[in-house]
């Protein structure tokens, strides 16, 4: 029920134009976890966005930032890919402090300059991108900076007008996503996030 909740309110989304669905550039890829970005992440990224009808070559102010933005490109296809994540302080993606927040990061860090993307799960396998920002404007871990990125995540969150909070912990389901290992994380992240599930066949 909260699954069925939620995806109606994602999909609510969408038809909106709130948000957009993550295709793969490459034909014949598949699509075994799903990423749904804001529209403001998806101007920077290259490919086509059919829910809007309009092909969209990136916000870009030079050749610089345009390669950049591909490379982040390549780095969501890799979690939509079903590919192997690493979970941890060096890892493809972790959890932010505090664990109650539910508010994670995916490390794009190649090239400089590293980019964070910040986001919820809405369940096991899908990943909701609110917000991306360069790693070196958020200065050190436990910044000002760091914490206000993290209150803005949360209330884009609550701009969606989901009732849903997010996050594995909070429904029945027990994982970020399937086919994932974890290191580096602190024992209360580790242990909230210890299983391997099966990918989430949820019909988009």
Known sequence: MIYM???DEIKRSVENQQLVLLQPTL???SMKRFIFAVLEI????????PEIMTLLYGAWTGRE????WKRVCADLEWFIEGRLIVVGD??????LDPAEDEVWEIRCVDPD??????GR?????????????????????????WAAAIRACKADWRKQKWNYKSGPSEAPRKGCCANYSMVGCSGQLGNRYDQRLSACDIGW
């Open 65 to 68: 930032q345009e390669i950049r």
């Open 27 to 29: 034909p014949g890829s």
């Open 121 to 145: 799960f809405s369940e096991t396998d899908v990943f909701i991108a609110l917000g991306h920002h360069c790693r070196e404007e958020l200065e050190e871990k436990g910044s000002v900076e």
């Open 113 to 118: 300059p590293s980019i964070r993307i910040f």
């Open 90 to 95: 060096d890892g493809y993606m972790k959890p």
């Open 5 to 7: 909740s939620i995806r």
């Open 42 to 49: 998806m101007t920077l990224l290259y490919f086509a966005v």
